[in-house]
Every structure is written in structure tokens, then in C-alpha cells.
Nanobody, 120 residues
């Protein structure tokens, strides 16, 4: 029903930039919220940035001013521009989408994750 395909992870030096992309393929549903989470080794998964159902954006305090979430006009592809990267940004980044289905409760879907490593 829903596939989320991420790309753009990799190795970058501290202070560098990366851009992540997530393309959603949705069958018989509509995306109501979409964004990015991350999970560092030994830590819980946490919100990075997200478009809410109402279209506003939420950012983790740790990335405000450095990361920017955006999306295409159709709303099926989201991007995460990450600037001024720090070693503590190292994590697997997961795309996340909440999808509404007709006459069914909404469901949450996750991508397979893309590794971002910030290291010199």
C-alpha cells in the first residue's frame, strides 16, 4: 500500500552538508503527515523534522537552524537539507509517513533507513 524510499545518506566531514530525499508511493490512501526521524547507536529513535497534518513543521531543538525540511508540490517527496553537520548527527535516518485510508484508521509507515555518518 505504501512504500517509502530514502536516499542521500553517506559520510561527511563535520561542518559539511547532506540532503536526504524520501519518495512515497501510496496506493488508495493519502499522506497526512511526513517527515524524518533518526536513531543513533544505542539510543532511541527521535524526531528530526516533520510536516504535520496541518502543514506546519516541527523540528528537534538540536537541529533548528541547521536542518530544513521541504517537500514537492504533490507532497509525496520530502527532503531534509542538513547543514553544519556535527558528529552527534551520526545516525540512521528514517522517513516516516502517516497515511489516511478510506473507512480505515490511519497507519504509520517507515522507510528502510539511510545511514548518515559525520566524521573526520
Amino acid at each position: 500500500q505504501v512504500q517509502l524510499v530514502e536516499s542521500g545518506g553517506g559520510l561527511v566531514q563535520p561542518g559539511g552538508s547532506l540532503r536526504l530525499s524520501c519518495r512515497a508511493s501510496v496506493s488508495r490512501g493519502s499522506i497526512n503527515a511526513m517527515g524524518w526521524y533518526r536513531q543513533a547507536s544505542g539510543k532511541e529513535r527521535e524526531l528530526v523534522a516533520r510536516f504535520t497534518r496541518g502543514g506546519s513543521t516541527n523540528y528537534a531543538d538540536s537541529v533548528k537552524g541547521r536542518f530544513t525540511i521541504s517537500r514537492d508540490n504533490a507532497g509525496n517527496t520530502v527532503y531534509l537539507q542538513m547543514n553544519s553537520l556535527k558528529p552527534e548527527d551520526t545516525a540512521v535516518y528514517y522517513c516516516n509517513a502517516d497515511v489516511d485510508f478510506h473507512l480505515l484508521p490511519p497507519k504509520t509507515f517507515w522507510g528502510q533507513g539511510t545511514l548518515v555518518t559525520v566524521s573526520s
